[in-house]
């Protein structure tokens, strides 16, 4: 009977209009039914990743589409560029490295945005390189890139950049074509507001120019497939079709409210979320901080502790660091079905469990520092 | 407001215990609760398998899966022999050649079963074959193989056997470990009642062997990842959440019920099926009929349009035949949640749909055939 809160950066609350319909029964995906929501969600998909270009859905987390834009874009032995600054721009030179490619790395240390002048640099120094991987929202650290200027920069060379958008999309402002991003992956589980097991690829002609050339295996993840029956509404293999209706729902919420509505709203829950922190005392983490989830530093002595104790004792669940970070951060989630209501249940109950570790803060002084930059934006 | 009558041998229908679980909120997969699921899902798959190997599930259609046991079992060049008797063990040869293995095939006609004895002869002939892949139930033609008799002699060399048990599993006897079957994948939407999207992967000893030498790339199918995690009653990237929670339900709805229960639950709803399609005057496909689907020519003039009229007009979905099969066949699902019931929909609703198509069929016949079979049972 505990009533659990989850605002943790992935997966997010599901809305129950959604959920429903994962209830649903199932029904066949090569029919004309299928093929109807099929082109339904192909049309979404476009609006929601700001793009012209195909976007494909497929199972898998979203750690296999981040695989098939390495499988389906590079050749053994290819130069490539990884501009990381957390886990997964770490898992980007780990997916490449599995496969053989060269890899530049122009990382910065965890909790710094990647630096679109050092991409440039090891452009001009690397002439031969065919693609530069980076994320939008590094969830691990709550760090976002600077996508828009990197695209500005990559667009004027042969290579192609890909973008690891799983975070970010939908929660803050990302236009794959006004950008010049040439493949994004995402997934179900952020900010589309659906169960995890859906991910999604999106392919540039730029894009797929390297595609047409690339000699790596691959079979599930082969774009060439899904871009063969996308022309048929349908999947090459057995779609997990409870998500894909509700990934229609999921869309047809997103268009109701508005992506630069939903932009805005993330942003001022970031806005709230970050002055809750500071009222708590605890220091933000990340030099560019997103809008989809908020990091701070935490006591390391507590920091495990923290959230195993606000998931147990008040059923809300935030996430703590991963990696190098385990003990020394909190995350606290703000996309999607997170509202300005779930701020307030998160931070009162963060504060309680601090007080209760040991910290000294003043009751009610979270609360009101969220309800401050709340109000003012009524 | 069409009531939807499923019958296509995957997916199938989803008990609405089942589907209720995939509406629940979403909780995080880093959590003791997550744990408790995957540790009460590990045993129940060991149930389903028959096996004491470890068996992980991953967010993947079927093929995903498979995949998995070429990326990971082989290194490049390996010779392996394929047996197959249909499009999904066609499946087989050719994710094997898009990973540039040799493949030694001694495949069948559709419509036939593989011959055990020529996979002994192409074994001695071929010494060096690191694996032997074939299909357990092959849903394209509705034939079941010898897995047993199979796994006796690949057992006898150094050669390990994998086998496509996604459409037999659960609805018909399977036994991993007592056949020496050395690799196994399944997946939720067939005798799972569950909806598409998970995917299961079994290995055994004398294939771990393998992976520790393989030299193929893979990262998302990496086995090595799942096991790691496995021990942490964890994955190792996002699990499909609101799936493993179903099948957790699933599981304890196939237990309740007990294999030999559903296997001799499938056996006689086949025998019904076969004697429905003969009533009808369609001669039965298949040298070796399985048990969760049946499979009968119809005459090609109307075959496309049988499986249409059933869908439009009745509301029921059985599938026709792919590939060189395609307006050939019908396909008649008899698994998981189609229960004795459905079967009547079924055979009364196509003879109808044949009847109008032109055949001449006396009303009622198919509906006495498959009550026959049904009360001698009772």
């Given amino acids: 009977m505990t009533k659990h809160y989850l605002l943790t950066p992935g997966p997010v609350p599901v809305p129950p209009e959604i959920a429903l319909k994962e209830a649903l029964p199932v029904f ?38 981040m695989e098939a834009t390495v499988a389906n874009l590079l050749s053994p032995g290819d130069r490539i560029i990884v501009a990381s600054c957390g886990i997964f ?7 490449a490295q599995e496969y053989g490619m060269e890899v530049v790395s122009v990382s910065v240390e965890w909790g710094k945005a990647v630096k679109p002048a050092e991409i440039e640099k090891a452009l001009r120094e690397n002439p031969d390189v065919k693609a530069v991987y980076t994320t939008f929202v590094e969830t691990s650290t709550g760090v976002a890139n600077d996508i828009k200027t990197i695209g500005e920069i990559v667009s004027k060379t042969n290579a192609v950049l890909v973008v690891d958008a799983i975070s970010g999309l939908v929660g803050q402002e990302f236009r794959a074509d ?12 952020k900010g589309f507001m659906l169960a995890p097991g859906l991910a999604f690829i999106m392919l540039s002609g730029k894009a797929w120019k390297l595609v047409e050339n690339s000699k790596l295996p691959k079979f599930y993840f082969d774009v060439r497939k899904y871009k063969k029956f996308y022309a048929l509404s349908e999947t090459p293999f057995t779609p997990p ?16 409210k508005g992506l630069e509505n939903i932009w805005n709203e993330c942003g001022l829950l970031a806005k709230a979320a970050r002055s809750g922190m500071k009222a708590l005392g605890l220091e933000l983490f990340g030099e560019v901080p997103c809008e989809v989830v908020t990091s701070a530093l935490v006591p390391v002595e507590i920091g495990v502790e923290i959230v195993e104790t606000l998931r147990e004792k008040y059923g809300v669940s935030i996430a703590g660091g991963q990696g190098d970070l385990k003990g020394k951060i909190i995350r606290f989630a703000h996309m999607g079905y997170i509202g300005k209501a779930d701020l307030l249940v998160g931070f009162t109950c963060l504060e309680m469990v601090l007080i209760e570790l040991g910290m000294k803060i003043e009751k009610g002084k979270a609360a009101a520092a969220v309800e401050k930059v709340l109000l003012k934006a009524m």
Same sequence: chains 1, 2.
């Fill in 178 to 189: 006004e950008w010049k991003v040439d493949a994004t992956v995402s997934a179900s589980q």
């Fill in 89 to 95: 721009g770490c898992r980007w030179i780990e997916i």
């Fill in 241 to 256: 079709i409870t998500l894909i209706v509700a990934l229609q729902e999921s869309i047809r919420l997103i268009r109701e």
């Fill in 28 to 65: 066949h995906h090569r029919t004309g039914e299928f093929a109807a929501v099929y082109r339904d969600i192909a049309k979404g998909l476009k609006y929601i990743f700001q793009t012209e270009n195909e976007v494909y859905a497929l199972a898998s987390s979203g750690t296999g589409a």
